[in-house]
């Protein structure tokens, strides 16, 4: 059973800072890996999709590589502002079905 | 924002009582999917539909059913609700289920059984 970790579950920074979320999965055979956030009492939007023949996808300030062999995968965020506060989350699809295995999220607060 | 509906958007019920939850969507996609977010969980697949009757089961669809009798309506129902299933419920569609096809969600169904 594929198993997703995201780490840390919480992050803090300051506004203009560049971090990276991490995710993590323990069988490497998957079809692709989404990226997703989620605002508070909202549902989730889809940010960024890697398929499994892809290393990176890019979208404006938002970068998400994918390294199939170790399971992993991170989310950079680039000058982060205080509209990204929200909790991002990584899914991978196993079966070539498009149903996900999530992780529990990272929780990130960019302070002003 | 693709038009999906979830009701209620929060429901109190008691151990024991039937339960159901609507998602409606006004996309024509094929694809339905039901989720249950939990603290320390993520998002778990409950259930998923591929068209009209057409339904399989996820990861966690022990104590749920669902039905889907016209494309844009994809109902779950817990038949005798339990405390362990107090969770925020997800809707999701996607136009196919080809992998890679983007899935949108609504904005969940708060259920609490007391």
């Known amino acids: 059973k594929q198993e997703v970790t995201q780490i840390p579950a919480a992050l803090s920074v300051p506004e203009g800072e560049n971090l990276v979320l991490n995710c993590s999965f323990t069988?490497?055979?998957?079809?692709?890996l989404q990226w997703f956030r989620q605002d508070p009492g909202k549902g989730l939007t889809s940010l960024l999709l890697?398929?499994?023949?892809?290393r990176e996808q890019t979208s404006g300030r938002l970068n998400a590589s994918l390294d199939k062999s170790s399971g992993r995968s991170t989310l950079y965020i680039a000058a982060s502002q205080p509209g990204d506060s929200a909790t991002y989350l990584c899914?991978?699809?196993?079966?070539?079905?498009?149903?996900?295995?999530f992780g529990s999220g990272t929780k990130l607060n960019v302070k002003p | 924002d693709a038009g999906i509906t979830q009701s209620p958007r929060h429901k109190v019920t008691e151990t024991g009582t039937p339960v159901t939850l609507r998602c409606h969507q006004t996309?024509?996609?094929?694809?339905m999917y039901w989720y249950r977010q939990d603290p320390g969980h993520g998002l778990r697949l409950i259930h998923y539909?591929?068209?009209?009757?057409?339904?399989d089961k996820g990861e966690v669809s022990d104590g749920y059913s669902v039905s889907r009798s016209k494309t844009e309506d994809f109902l779950l129902t817990l038949e005798s609700a339990t405390s362990s299933q107090t969770s925020v419920y997800f809707c999701?569609?996607?136009?196919?289920?080809?992998?890679?096809?983007?899935?949108?969600f609504g904005d969940g169904t708060r259920l609490s059984i007391l």
């Open positions: 999701a569609i996607s136009e196919s289920g080809e992998t890679g096809q983007p899935q949108h």
């Open positions: 069988d490497s055979a998957i079809y692709n």
């Open positions: 890697i398929q499994s023949s892809q």
């Open positions: 899914a991978v699809d196993p079966y070539n079905f498009n149903k996900f295995y």
């Open positions: 996309e024509n996609h094929r694809y």
């Open positions: 539909s591929y068209g009209v009757k057409d339904t």
